[in-house]
Nanobody
């Protein structure tokens, strides 16, 4: 009932920036929070950041804190991930996710999310 489409991935040099976008469509009413995850080859899916849709509170993984910023545009049903000071270790397939269930917690576990996008590749070269 909710479709998520990521965009903005690509190849960037270390120290550069990228902005990922995730547009939600369909039955978007009731989305509680949206988040970004990433997965590198041979690694588990890793939490990156999330944002509560109504209140706008955010939470970041320690690995990206101070470098990445998650934001939302309620009118466009879109969430963004501004990635600055990119490092080669940021290279991964990035996924957007949404959850409708109200959960009191940090929402860092992938299994808590209800909907997922197809993902977009981010490659950081050195």
């Amino acid at each position: 009932q909710v479709q998520l489409v990521e965009s903005g991935g690509g190849l960037v040099q270390a120290g550069g920036s990228l902005r990922l976008s995730c547009a939600a469509s369909g039955r978007t009413f009731g989305i509680y929070a949206m988040g970004w995850f990433r997965q590198a080859p041979g690694k588990e899916r890793e939490f990156v950041a999330n944002i509560r849709w109504s209140g706008g509170s955010t939470y970041y993984a320690d690995s990206v804190k101070g470098r990445f910023t998650i934001s939302r545009d309620n009118a466009k049903n879109t969430v963004y991930l501004q990635m600055n000071s990119l490092k080669p270790e940021d290279t991964a397939f990035y996924y957007c996710a949404a959850v409708k269930t109200t959960i009191i917690g940090l929402l860092i576990a992938p299994q808590l999310y209800d909907y997922w996008g197809q993902g977009t590749q981010v490659t950081v070269s050195s």
